[in-house]
């Protein structure tokens, strides 16, 4: 929601709300600005902290705004001449999303997940923490969470819900058999391993997200420092707008 003017005059006009269940004209699907970059959108299904999918993901796309898309175009070719391909884990995300996140953090005793994605951090400590944000950057549509996987690799393994679930933390091989490259941890690891600068973590592991690092910093993204997956779009044009439009194809002008 656009926040309103801090003291409306009571002859003006009410606030123009961009918002509501449609999207406005610049932001568009990431696949249709580049179809290479993977998806694995966590939050429209059950593999992800919560174990459900969350309220405002009708389908599992990516949608940006049409300046941060295209600068993650940029990245791309950048990788891809590494041998690399994105993987968009999360893009928009509705402030319904970021709503269903603060509803569940009040229900201590839901920890479905606790076992892969927040081993040995508190669940009362996951916002208080900086490891989920509401508002968050997200719902502006100029931030994203990613990886990198190789071009030609191997397939990631399917999610069953119900499955027994290995730390985030633990080492690449043991943990959740994702097809990313190495980061230290897998994604949404709410976990100070998962600090980008994290001293622990191995040296391949170092050099990976310095890769991701570097060329997404050379697009205009900053990273979040609390997570080696998390950038945003520094020059995102709706800096003041947190939007609550489905991520759905329905959603676009
Ligand atoms: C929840 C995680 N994927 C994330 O994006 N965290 C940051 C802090 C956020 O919610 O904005
Ligand atoms: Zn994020």
């Not at 005793?109 to 950057?137: H, N, S, W």
């Not at 990631?156 to 043991?174: E, F, I, K, N, S």
Request: proline share 13%; with cysteine; glycine share 8%.
């Amino acid at each position: 929601c656009q926040r309103p003017p801090p003291s409306p005059s009571p002859s003006a006009p009410p606030s123009p709300t961009p918002t509501g269940p449609r999207a406005p004209a610049d932001i568009v699907d990431l696949s249709a600005v580049d179809p290479t970059v993977r998806t694995d959108i966590r939050y429209a299904g059950p593999h992800n902290f919560v174990g459900r999918p969350i309220d405002g993901y009708a389908e599992p796309r990516c949608l940006l705004t049409r300046p941060a898309a295209q600068a993650l175009h940029r990245v791309q070719t950048a990788a891809l001449a590494g041998g690399h391909s994105l993987k968009v884990y999360d893009c928009y995300r509705p402030q319904r999303a970021a709503d269903d996140f603060v509803a569940w953090a009040k229900l201590p005793g839901d920890q479905l997940m606790k076992g892969e994605f927040y081993p040995a951090v508190p669940k009362d400590r996951l916002f208080a923490d900086g490891y989920i944000g509401a508002p968050t950057a997200h719902s502006r549509g100029s931030t994203v969470d990613l990886t990198l996987v190789p071009v030609s690799g191997p397939t990631q393994a399917a999610y069953a819900p119900g499955q027994p679930l290995v730390p985030c933390t633990d080492p690449a091989g043991r943990r959740f058999a994702d097809d990313s490259i190495d980061m230290g941890t897998g994604f949404d690891c709410f976990d100070p391993r998962a600090h980008t600068a994290d001293a622990r973590i191995s040296d391949t592991a170092r050099t990976n997200r310095d890769l991701l690092r570097r060329l997404m910093s050379a697009q205009g993204f900053e990273n979040y420092p609390l997570e080696w997956w998390h950038y945003r779009y520094v020059d995102e044009p709706y800096p003041d707008t947190w939007f609550d439009f489905p991520v759905a194809g329905s959603s676009l002008r």
